[in-house]
């Protein structure tokens, strides 16, 4: 009777070990942003890793950086709770180890172990910086399975885009971009990160204005306050479109503040 189990054990143990390669070699770069602290990169505070031939003054204008954008979350959320693990470099060559392969100057991990926020050369400043911590800022309010389950890409990234001046004028591009309006893309094709990616590579910013637009709209809406009771519902399993749409229908009610 107790070899089948010792069977069974064996395909667990190899279906294991299989799993294990694979996450390893389609995940590559998420698999060392989780082994950073064993890598030959530089702690330079906690959580803080950097290229070791950036020069100090890169290293000090970093940090400034990332704390002066950290303000910059606390004045708009009131308060955060994340605490993502970044990685920068002044080369190329880091985000091609440690980000993806894609040509944006910074790009952000979100696992089950945490988030870890990659910065190439072109991302070492406070607007790239803060979009990344808003990203990391929604995983950390509504839960890692959550964001991966409920939340479109288009939110996401609208949502960083409001702490990202270098979208300022986003509304004067998205008319232009869609010729006020009538080429603008459907929401619904922009809530996966493919489908978003898309409809940047044919035409640069479309998808970015076009997310930037709608959050905004939200927000001004329903606010910090409908943010949290927005994050609150997910949390406690409402589906983002039920979450989104009811937030929205409470702060529009002119009973609101009575």
């Avoid at 060392?32 to 290229?51: F, G, H």
């Avoid at 204005?209 to 709209?217: F, P, Q, Y």
């Amino acid at each position: 009777m107790k070899k089948p189990y010792k069977t069974l054990l064996s395909y667990a143990m190899v279906s294991l070990v299989t799993l294990l390669i694979a996450y390893g070699l389609f995940f590559i770069n998420q698999l060392r942003c989780v082994m950073v602290s064993y890598s030959s990169l530089r702690q330079v505070e906690e959580q803080i890793y950097v290229d070791p031939d950036m020069d100090e003054i890169e290293v000090q204008l970093l940090l400034m950086n990332i704390e002066r954008s950290k303000e910059r979350l606390n004045l708009f959320f009131d308060t955060t709770t994340a605490n993502p693990t970044i990685i920068a470099g002044h080369t190329k060559s880091i985000m091609e180890k440690y980000g993806a392969n894609m040509k944006s100057p910074g790009m952000n991990h979100i696992t089950m172990l945490g988030t870890f926020i990659v910065l190439g050369p072109g991302g070492l400043n406070r607007d790239v910086i803060s979009h990344e911590l808003v990203h990391s800022e929604l995983v950390s309010r509504i839960g890692w399975f959550n964001r991966e389950a409920e939340i479109p890409t288009w939110f996401d990234e609208g949502l960083a885009l409001m702490l990202d001046y270098r979208y300022a004028n986003s509304e004067t591009l998205w008319l232009m971009l869609t010729a006020n309006g009538k080429n603008a893309p459907p929401l619904p094709e922009l809530a996966n990160m493919q489908d978003f990616m898309r409809y940047t590579e044919e035409s640069p910013f479309l998808s970015y204005v076009t997310a930037s637009r709608e959050v905004s709209r939200w927000w001004n809406i329903v606010g910090l306050k409908g943010f949290n009771e927005f994050t609150t519902l997910i949390k406690q399993g409402a589906s983002f479109e039920e979450a989104y749409r009811a937030i929205e229908k409470k702060y529009q009610s002119p009973d609101i503040g009575k």
